[in-house]
Structure formats: structure tokens, C-alpha cells
């Protein structure tokens, strides 16, 4: 089994930034790769940015590209999301999620196409 564990979420003002972090433990051998969703209220999880390990290979939702971006940290299975010029429609809980198996460039989007979630953080930003 995995645990992923979360943390830098809070509230800004927009126009800041933020950085998350997110670090996978237990049997993580075997993991292909990790990466970030959202879900506001009311609203379905949503692709934000994943990385996968072959390649250095990452990925973006067109509504962050340019504002976020996504790393792995010192090759362990850490990753982080830094967060600059954040909208108030960036206002959401982020979960990170790993996957074992690449199924596919494309299914990396998917919420779907991963094993483990965390708990998710809490991003607030306000107007």
C-alpha cells in the first residue's frame, strides 16, 4: 500500500502564490508517476498537473499552463506544485494521486487512471 501525505495549502490573496508538496511512503516501488487534481464545490476532480517519472514527462490542464508547474524532488518520490498569479477560480481542494501502472500519455488526465489519493488541501484564493 501507498499513503500519500499533502501539505502547503492556505489562503492568498490573488495574484500570490503557493506551493504544495507531496510525499508518497510505503511500497512506492513501482510507481510511475504522481500528480495533482482539484475539486471545488459542486464540481466534478479535475486534471491540474501530473509528472511522470519516464521521460521527466509532465502534463498541464490549459487553465494553469504558465502559472503552475510541477516537479519531483531530488528523484524521490516527492512532488511539488508551485502555484504563482492564482485567480480566486483556482479556489479548491488539491489532492495528489500516484499511479503504478501507464496505460498511455493520454490517461494521465484521468482521475481514473490512478491507485492512490491523498486526502486533499484546502486552497483558498480570495478577490
Known amino acids: 500500500q501507498v499513503q500519500l501525505g499533502e501539505s502547503g495549502g492556505g489562503l492568498v490573496q490573488a495574484g500570490g502564490s503557493l506551493r504544495l508538496s507531496c510525499a508518497a511512503s510505503?511500497?512506492?516501488?513501482?510507481?510511475?508517476?504522481m500528480g495533482w487534481f482539484r475539486q471545488a464545490p459542486g464540481k466534478g476532480r479535475e486534471f491540474v498537473a501530473t509528472f511522470k517519472w519516464s521521460g521527466a514527462t509532465t502534463l498541464y490542464a490549459d487553465s494553469v499552463k504558465g502559472r503552475f508547474t510541477i516537479s519531483r524532488d531530488n528523484g524521490e518520490n516527492t512532488v511539488s506544485l508551485q502555484m504563482n498569479s492564482l485567480k480566486p477560480e483556482d479556489t479548491a481542494v488539491y489532492y495528489c494521486?500516484?499511479?503504478?501502472?501507464?496505460?498511455?500519455?493520454?490517461?494521465?488526465?484521468?482521475?481514473?487512471?490512478?491507485?492512490?489519493w491523498g486526502q486533499g488541501t484546502q486552497v483558498t484564493v480570495s478577490s
Open positions: 494521486a500516484a499511479r503504478r501502472i501507464d496505460l498511455g500519455l493520454s490517461t494521465w488526465v484521468s482521475p481514473g487512471s490512478y491507485d492512490y
Open positions: 510505503g511500497r512506492t516501488s513501482g510507481l510511475t508517476g
